[in-house]
């Protein structure tokens, strides 16, 4: 490993490029630790968005107003602010308030507080793409399905929400490459993602340009996963004469 490590340096080098922070074995950890710390952002903001989107959108195709009416206020507030703000509103207001009323017994660390934020907010964007999918429901389908006496809970769970997650995929798939890059916030509250990670070597050392560029590839790199990962469930799922 470091032979290989060793051989990049020297060939980036070349380049005019300082990579000698590689070699160094805590800031290489660093670097990894950080790395790790994002793709753990990605697994849990992934699943957790996903959650909040199908919790929405079933509330905004309920037909009930009690349920409708918060879900589209949640929703515009949250799609019309920048993550940035409601990430130090959350940890700076929010953490605060149940610091001071739980005191050190405080769950919520500030990779929870990520986590949680990002997951509301690209919910809301999941909400709007799985909608329109359930919109987008023939309606000879649903009839269908009503008269084999499926209750409004079973049509949307055994009907609707298969049949729109096919329709909304692509948007789904690109909301998800966007919460990928959006996990670079996280290094505003100090959690130790890789962006953390890298402004910490570069205050101590002359080498912003390189960092910028591992960064930039790691992201690219894990939006390019997310986007095969997407591609390839399109294929999967595609239903037979849909959209041809």
């Known amino acids: 490993m470091s032979n290989w490590l060793e051989l990049f340096v020297h060939w980036t080098?070349?380049?005019?490029?300082?990579?000698?922070?590689?070699?160094?074995?805590y800031q290489r950890g660093s670097m990894l630790d950080g790395a790790l710390t994002t793709l753990l952002l990605c697994a849990f903001t992934i699943v957790g968005s996903l959650l909040v989107g199908v919790l929405l959108a079933a509330m905004l195709t309920s037909g009930k107003a009690y349920l409708a009416t918060p879900a589209r206020i949640f929703i515009e507030v949250t799609r019309n602010t920048p993550t940035l703000v409601q990430l130090y509103c959350a940890f700076l207001v929010l953490n605060m308030l149940l610091t001071q009323a739980v005191g050190a017994a405080n769950p919520l660390t500030p990779f929870a507080w990520v986590v949680i934020v990002i997951s509301l907010h690209k919910g809301a964007f999941h909400a709007e793409a799985l909608r329109a999918g359930i919109e987008a429901v023939p309606s000879v389908t649903m009839e269908a399905a009503s008269s084999l006496a499926f209750s409004s809970r079973q049509l949307l769970w055994n009907v609707q929400l298969p049949l729109?997650?096919?329709f909304a995929?692509?948007?789904l798939i690109n909301n998800l490459i966007d919460l990928v890059k959006m996990t670079a916030v996280?290094?505003?509250i100090a959690v130790g993602d890789i962006t953390y990670a890298a402004i910490m070597i570069w205050t101590q050392s002359d080498n912003v340009l390189e960092l910028m560029i591992l960064i930039l590839s790691f992201f690219g790199l894990l939006?390019?996963?997310?986007?095969c990962v997407g591609r390839a469930l399109e294929t999967r799922l595609r239903?037979?004469?849909y959209g041809h």
Do not use: K, Q
């Not at 380049?15 to 070699?23: E, H, I, R, T, V």
């Not at 939006?223 to 986007?227: C, E, G, P």
């Open 13 to 25: 080098a070349g380049f005019g490029l300082n990579y000698n922070f590689l070699l160094d074995a």
């Open 164 to 166: 729109a997650l096919r």
């Open 169 to 171: 995929l692509p948007s």
């Open 186 to 188: 996280a290094s505003a």
């Open 223 to 227: 939006s390019f996963v997310v986007n």
């Open 239 to 241: 239903m037979p004469g």
